[in-house]
Each structure stands twice: as C-alpha cells, then as structure tokens.
C-alpha cells in the first residue's frame, strides 16, 4: 500500500509538483542511464567473451582465459526478496586466491561442501563456474551495462511517465482531482514497486531478457487491473444512496 493516498496528493498543489518532480525525475534518471550505457555498455563483456585462453598459467590478472580448480565452501541458497545465492571459492593449488561470489541457485543447490569445481578466471577473478558439467556465471561476471540500464528504464520509465501526466493534468485544470486521475497515479507510483518485487518472482530466469519482460509484464497488467476497477468500480450502497443524475466521482 502506498503511504499516502494518491488522491491526497492530487488534492494538495503543493504534492502534485513535488510527485510531478518525482516522476520527471524517473523519466529522467532511465532516459540518462539508457543515453549513457546503450552505446558502449558492453565494453567489458565484449572483452570477457571474445578473450582467448591462456597459453600459460598466468602469473597474476591477465586479459587470457585460465581455467582453475576450487573448492567450494560456506554455501548459502535462499529465496524470496533479498535473498542470497553465493558461496566463497578458494583456489586447489593456492589457498590464498579466494573469493566470496553470487552464482545461480540452480547450481548452488546441487554443490556440496568441499565440492570441487571448474572456474575460468578471466583479469584476476573467477567469472564462471562449471560444476557437474553444469555451468553457471558467478557475481564477478562482466555485466553487460546496457541490459541493466533497459532494466532500470523497464521499472522507471512506464510510471514517471503516468506520474508526470497525471500532476501535469491536475495542475492545468486547476479543479478537484477525478477518480480516475486518483487510480492513475496510484498505477504510476506503484508501477516501480513491480521492479522491487520482481527477483521474487524471476528465479532462474533473472539472467534472460524474456523471463525478466515476463515476468514484468504479468504484474503491470495486473496493477493495471487493480486501478481500472478503482476507477471504474461503483459499489450498489453508492448507487442506491446516490440521487439520479448525480456525479460520483471523487
């Protein structure tokens, strides 16, 4: 539930501009992140994927690909929001190349104390690991920045976008909000709370562009739902109670 009543808000000039502010803002903050990242976002991963093996061990970070042996250690798999799916690995032939790391709860919850497992080190880090001949990236894996900014825009944009049409209407006609306008801008501050909601719901899917556009899909249609029957829904009492001819909205 949000903390204050969208049509409160509507009701008040003063928290109109500042909730036109905040969806500016939103719509702003994606528009930059998307400006910044799309064209070379994936600079880094495009150097991780088109690295070649190492002719070598490598003595230290190189640009090469090695693949290593570790022990995995100190397991944790958990679900819900906030959850955490990580494990510490610690280097065979080297105890003192360890590292704490994120990796995919499908494999973490195959993996034992003490398993051994396949890693490629790419720059002084171990970027994925295979265990079972199942392979899976890790947390230090060279995030593709232009998915995360589609991601942020994904969350942001949709609701700063009916955010800002919302006040910008309710402050041009200078009248006593609608109780559609109040169900729109409930949906346009609520829209973001899907983007916080989402990891619950994607798993698996977390890593792929289509569950993620899924998953968000199914829960902005449903908040859309949920405003239009606020908008539209009128309960028998009201209609009884009403006069013929009379307005009932807010």
């Known amino acids: 539930m949000l903390p204050v009543a969208p049509s409160r808000i509507l009701r008040s000039a003063v928290a109109s501009v500042l909730a036109l502010v905040c969806g500016l803002a939103m719509v702003g903050g994606s528009a930059y992140a998307l400006a910044v990242n799309l064209p070379d976002g994936d600079r880094e991963n495009r150097a991780y994927l088109e690295a070649e093996p190492c002719a070598s061990p490598p003595g230290g970070s190189a640009d090469c690909l090695w693949e290593q042996e570790f022990t995995a250690s100190d397991i944790v798999t958990e ?64 995030v593709d920045q232009r998915r995360n900014s589609l991601f942020l825009a994904l969350i942001l ?58 998953v968000w899909s199914v829960l902005a249609v449903l908040m859309a739902l949920t405003a239009w029957v606020s908008a539209t829904y009128t309960s028998p009492e009201r209609v009884e109670e009403s006069a013929p001819g009379t307005d009932l909205r807010d």
């Open 157 to 214: 944009a949709p609701g700063g976008l009916v955010v800002t049409a919302v006040c910008a209407l309710r402050l041009v006609r200078r009248r006593a909000p609608t109780r559609p306008m109040a169900a729109a801008l409930g949906l346009g501050l609520a829209l973001p709370v899907a983007g916080l909601i989402m990891p619950m719901f994607l798993g698996d899917l977390q890593d792929r562009w289509w569950g993620v556009l899924l």
């Open 79 to 142: 679900r819900g929001r906030g959850a955490r799916n990580e494990l510490t690995l610690t280097a065979v032939d080297d105890p003192r190349f360890q590292t704490r790391t994120h990796a995919p709860r499908s494999i973490l919850r195959r993996l034992e104390e003490g398993q051994k497992v396949t890693g490629t080190v790419w720059r002084g880090l171990p970027r994925e690991i295979t265990a079972g001949g199942d392979p899976g990236r890790t947390g230090h894996y060279p």
